[in-house]
């Protein structure tokens, strides 16, 4: 795919602060590792603390070959400014726990990259919260967590922004607004794609919402498909169209590494120019449109109201009043 990186190389301040879910692999540690070589303080929420600090030590590693190479657009620090803090989206207590740990940090909070996702499943299961896991995970936990940040987001100063890693295979999703975590699909049924489709489909509309209910704020709110990447993620698809669909991608040669993977992030989270900008999906860094469903103004009012339903005791009102 060339190495010509599409991504703005652009100062970030070290108290300039993101947070990246997932970030000890894949797609999100490029972006984590970036977006620190570039000067800003990143933390990496992940649920496995040794897997992140073998990233952390990863990044530090590739800095020091990057500095050597005389790379240009990066800092020249001892060490990136790089921390782990602990995020287990199967429990929206984890997501509670996460939240009260950052906020006691005192820490602002500038870009959230919403990118810690799960694909397809051997088997259908169910959090401790009662809902299905890839609906969980890769939506219904991020927003919870985007909900309780946007406060101290609003009061970051300008050009905050929301970044939501969601997927081209939204396009085959199939949203129903009375059953949206498919619950009557049997067994079978939920081990093919639709499950991850309908999660990626969720994350689009909830950037329509978003950007509705933060238009005359600071906050913006972007959503994207970062292209085919080749991490673990792309192998959990062993069934059904995206798998089909992944390995055409492949033999063809149009699959990416994960740091070509991270561009479209990267580029959502720091181009200047788009500063205020809202309501843009990515396809590889091009805005593209989305598939009808996730402009479906009543879908996306459908998914919100279930989504604070099933959040309800976890949203108290003064966090709710700024979803409104
Ligand atoms: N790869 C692609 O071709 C592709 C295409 C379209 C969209 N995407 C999207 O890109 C994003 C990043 O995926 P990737 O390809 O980089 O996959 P990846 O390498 O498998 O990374 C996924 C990340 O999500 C984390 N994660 C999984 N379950 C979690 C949980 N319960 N709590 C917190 N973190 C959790 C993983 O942590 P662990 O290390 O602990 O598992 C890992 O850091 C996902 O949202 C995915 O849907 C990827």
């Known amino acids: 795919m060339g190495s010509t990186p599409s991504f703005p190389r652009v100062s970030i301040p070290k108290d300039n602060i993101s947070v990246v879910t997932g970030g000890n692999t894949g797609v999100g540690y490029h972006t984590a590792k970036w977006l620190a070589m570039m000067g800003g303080t990143v933390i990496i929420a992940c649920r496995s603390e040794e897997r992140a600090k073998q990233a952390i030590e990863q990044m530090n590693k590739e800095f020091e070959e990057e500095k050597e190479k005389k790379t240009t657009g990066i800092v020249d620090y001892d060490q990136l400014n790089v921390e782990f803090m602990s995020l287990d989206c199967n429990s929206l207590k984890s997501v509670i726990s996460f939240v009260e740990a950052y906020k006691s940090s005192g820490r602002k909070l500038h870009k959230l990259?919403?990118?810690?996702?799960?694909?397809?499943?051997?088997?259908?299961?169910?959090?401790?919260?009662?809902?299905?896991?890839?609906?969980?995970?890769n939506y219904l936990s991020q927003f919870l967590l985007v909900s309780h940040l946007l406060p101290l987001m609003k009061a970051s100063g300008p050009d905050c922004r929301i970044i939501l890693v969601s997927s081209i295979g939204h396009l085959f999703a199939h949203f129903d607004p009375v059953d949206v975590e498919l619950k009557k699909y049997s067994e079978p049924e939920c081990k093919s794609d639709k499950l991850y489709q309908n999660s990626k489909l969720c994350q689009i509309m909830q950037m329509y919402r978003l950007n509705e209910v933060l238009?005359?704020?600071?906050?913006?709110?972007?959503?994207?498909?970062?292209?085919?990447?080749?991490?673990?993620?792309?192998?959990?698809?062993?069934?059904?169209?995206?798998?089909?669909?992944?390995?055409?991608?492949?033999?063809?040669?149009?699959?990416?590494?994960?740091?070509?993977?991270?561009?479209?992030?990267?580029?959502?989270?720091?181009?200047?120019?788009?500063?205020?900008?809202?309501?843009?999906?990515?396809?590889?860094?091009?805005?593209?449109?989305?598939?009808?469903?996730?402009?479906?103004?009543?879908?996306?009012?459908?998914?919100?109201?279930?989504?604070?339903?099933?959040?309800?005791?976890?949203?108290?009102?003064?966090?709710?009043?700024?979803?409104?």
């Open 215 to 324: 238009k005359d704020t600071n906050v913006t709110v972007f959503s994207l498909h970062p292209g085919t990447v080749r991490t673990e993620l792309l192998t959990t698809f062993k069934r059904g169209m995206m798998k089909y669909v992944i390995s055409m991608l492949e033999t063809v040669g149009a699959s990416k590494s994960p740091f070509e993977g991270a561009w479209t992030s990267l580029n959502a989270g720091i181009n200047p120019e788009l500063a205020g900008v809202r309501d843009v999906y990515f396809s590889d860094s091009k805005p593209t449109t989305p598939a009808s469903a996730a402009r479906n103004k009543s879908y996306q009012a459908a998914l919100w109201d279930y989504s604070i339903e099933c959040l309800k005791g976890y949203l108290p009102d003064d966090i709710l009043s700024g979803l409104q």
């Open 113 to 137: 990259f919403c990118n810690a996702g799960i694909g397809q499943q051997d088997k259908l299961s169910y959090t401790e919260d009662g809902h299905e896991q890839i609906f969980q995970v």
